[in-house]
């Protein structure tokens, strides 16, 4: 089974890991490094992907904003939402696809909800994870040599009305939420982060390996 290396960054801003994303994907390619997972929180910010911007979207005045590369719309980052990234080389068995690679991703995403009592399911609306009819999981990669760049998010204790003040996705406003909201209390990243550690044998064939702090 494939071992990758994990790095809890803790909270650090989307700009800083975006960059650092950049670094690792290469050195990933060039085989210098093993698979990687980041796991960390971001400040508040919505990211626009090239879809929103083709599409016109806008953000309002009150959340800061920034441009991406991965595809996709706008997606909301901030406090109770764990954000992982994969700087992952797809080439395992089931691999051989975006969307089988989308869909071993969400599948990890509802076996790690599960011990929690969270009966968590994909939604034909659109990729992602939903509970109770809301989108609660964000999964969106870009891949260069089937390297993977960008990720998913968990939102599990969101600030009230942020995530859900946006038309993320071409959602209507009110669609994406946290689990919180919709009545999971006492959820913490700590938490999430051991379980999805726990569950990605079973989800991905992966295992951990070494553990890093972000530096």
């Known amino acids: ?47 626009i992907g090239p879809r929103a911007r083709n599409d016109g979207v806008t953000v309002p005045d009150d959340y800061a904003s920034s441009s991406i590369d991965r595809g996709g719309g706008i997606t909301w980052h901030g406090p109770g939402q764990l954000v992982i990234y994969p700087i992952f080389h797809w080439n395992l068995d089931g691999e051989s696809n975006v969307s089988m ?45 089937w390297v993977s760049r960008h990720g998913f998010t968990i939102n599990y204790n969101t600030p009230p009305g942020r995530v859900e003040g946006l038309a993320a ?6 669609t994406t939420t946290s689990l919180s909201t919709l009545g999971k209390k ?25 553990m890093k ?3």
């Open 186 to 210: 006492g959820l913490t990243r700590d938490m999430l982060e051991a379980i999805l550690l726990g569950k990605a044998p079973s989800s991905i064939n992966r295992e951990i390996g070494e």
């Open 169 to 174: 996705c071409g959602l209507d406003e009110g």
């Open 1 to 47: 089974m494939r071992r990758f290396d994990v790095i809890r960054a803790g909270i650090v801003s989307h700009e800083i890991i975006s960059e650092e994303m950049k670094k690792l994907q290469k050195l990933r390619i060039e085989n210098k490094i093993p698979d990687t997972l980041i796991m960390v929180e971001h400040p508040e910010v919505v990211t």
């Open 213 to 215: 702090k972000f530096e």
């Open 101 to 145: 690679i989308i869909n071993l991703i969400e599948g990890w995403i509802i076996n790690s909800l599960r011990p929690l009592d969270i009966d968590a399911e994909r939604d034909s609306r659109m990729q992602g994870v939903w509970y109770s009819g809301k989108k609660i999981c964000s999964v969106g990669l870009h891949f260069l040599k």
